[in-house]
Nanobody, 115 residues
């Protein structure tokens, strides 16, 4: 089983930056493609960015050019650098697999962007 712990969220003004981190533990050898999701109040959880074991990335159109996902396989971590943040980026951010079976969701990390 894989356990996921997200960190790095906070409150920033529009235009600011944050860097999120996700630490995976447990059966991490099973992780191939992993990514960041977010869920805003009253909305469904959506995929924001993903990266596979080869380093190929995908981004939601709403964050492309502003967010950058990266992973450090040796450390079992995946990060999300978020620049030029907008109020509509406000959400709880989670990491999880983006292909195959999802792992148990972590608690997520809150990102709040004020205008």
């Amino acid at each position: 089983q894989v356990q996921l712990v997200e960190s790095g969220g906070g409150s920033v003004q529009a235009g600011g930056s944050l860097r999120l981190s996700c630490a995976a533990s447990g059966s991490t050898f099973s992780i191939n493609a992993i990514g960041w999701y977010r869920q805003a109040p009253g909305k469904q959880r959506e995929l924001v960015a993903g990266i596979n074991s080869g380093g190929s990335t995908v981004y939601a159109a709403s964050v492309k050019g502003r967010f950058t996902i990266s992973r450090a396989n040796a450390k079992n971590t995946v990060s999300l650098q978020m620049n030029s943040l907008k109020p509509e980026d406000t959400a709880v951010y989670y990491c999880n697999a983006i292909a195959g079976t999802l792992y148990p969701w972590g608690q997520g990390t809150q990102v709040t962007v004020s205008s």
